[in-house]
């Protein structure tokens, strides 16, 4: 326990450092945040809607700061329970919440404690708290993955015959519409691109946190990059569609709407000039992967058993 102590102490130095040179905004945001989760009574279990308001919070951080804000962010609020006295003596006797500052300092591919260790003992208070909305809402890599359902509405807006597929395709591989992990992908920093190398590594994550967590039934999400022509025009993300569909995973169009065509111009010089001259036309792919589907892909992966007896 002293030995977590010391290391608690001595990442708490850096990742203060670390908020104080973050954007003011930032900094006003994560003081907001722990003030809330401080003021929440000990008896206060994590079923409460203080998870899911703060969850929603972290949420629009990763939106609008990115994900380094967001590890920053949800590192300050457990650095200051951990801190806070009781929270102090009863969450170091385990080193996953220290060793989850050390690896955010590092910038490491981590998940959260909560989604690591399902069993991770918590007493009622602020620390379950920021810990059920760190398993709603957690880091993959890349991804962000938002515990939630699938849109019904999807079945209706299906284009090109698929609605029957679809409705299929949610009862026989996923066994319903919820719980499902939502995948999205907040806007990397300047210089860095959505590679094979980077997409594979995060889905691996997703797929060991799928493998700790029975009852998820699959991620789903949509994004004009799900396109299978999208290589036409950047062909360094040709390699999305094949690996999805060659693995078990169902991807079919649904309508676009302005954001997501925004978004699908506004990252790329050569998709934008190809739009204005018609040659491309952004298109809004949804995909349905299951957690069978996923786990029978990472077991073909390399390293993947060696992912599996580190995170055992």
């Not at 690896?103 to 920021?130: C, M, N, Q, W």
């Not at 698929?162 to 066994?175: D, E, H, K």
């Amino acid at each position: 326990m002293s030995e977590h102590r010391g290391a608690l102490d001595t990442v708490a130095l850096e990742l203060r450092q670390a908020l104080r040179a973050a954007p003011e905004s930032l900094r006003s945001t994560e003081e907001r945040l722990a003030q809330m989760l401080l003021a929440l009574p000990r008896e206060k279990s994590g079923d409460t809607p203080m998870p899911s308001a703060l969850t929603r919070e972290r949420i629009l951080i990763t939106r609008v700061h990115g994900s380094a804000a967001a590890d920053l962010v949800d590192a300050s609020l457990v650095l200051r329970l951990l801190e806070a006295g009781e929270e102090r003596r009863r969450a170091t006797r385990s080193h996953a919440w220290v060793a989850f500052l050390e690896d955010v300092l590092e910038s490491a591919d981590v998940l959260r404690p909560s989604v690591l260790y399902p069993r991770l003992k918590i007493r009622p208070g602020p620390l379950r708290a920021i810990a059920s909305s760190m398993r709603s809402y957690f880091r993959s890599g890349d991804y962000w993955c938002e515990r939630t359902g699938i849109p019904r509405r999807w079945i209706l807006e299906a284009r090109g015959g698929a609605r029957f597929r679809v409705a299929r395709y949610i009862a026989t591989q996923l066994g319903g519409f919820r719980p499902v992990w939502q995948t999205h992908l907040p806007p990397l920093p300047p210089g860095v691109h959505l590679t094979e190398e980077r997409y594979v590594r995060s889905h691996l994550l997703i797929a060991q946190a799928l493998r700790l967590h029975p009852r998820i039934r699959g991620i789903a999400s949509s994004s004009w990059y799900y396109d299978p022509r999208v290589g036409d025009v950047s062909p360094w993300l040709a390699f999305i569609a094949p690996l999805l569909v060659e693995n078990g995973c169902f991807c079919f169009e649904i309508p676009i709407d302005g954001p997501m065509r925004e978004k699908a111009l506004q990252g790329s010089v050569t998709r934008r000039y190809a739009s204005e001259r018609g040659d491309y036309a952004p298109r809004n792919f949804a995909r349905l992967w299951s957690r069978d589907a996923i786990l029978r892909w990472a077991e073909r992966q390399p390293g993947w058993q060696l992912r599996r007896a580190v995170s055992a």
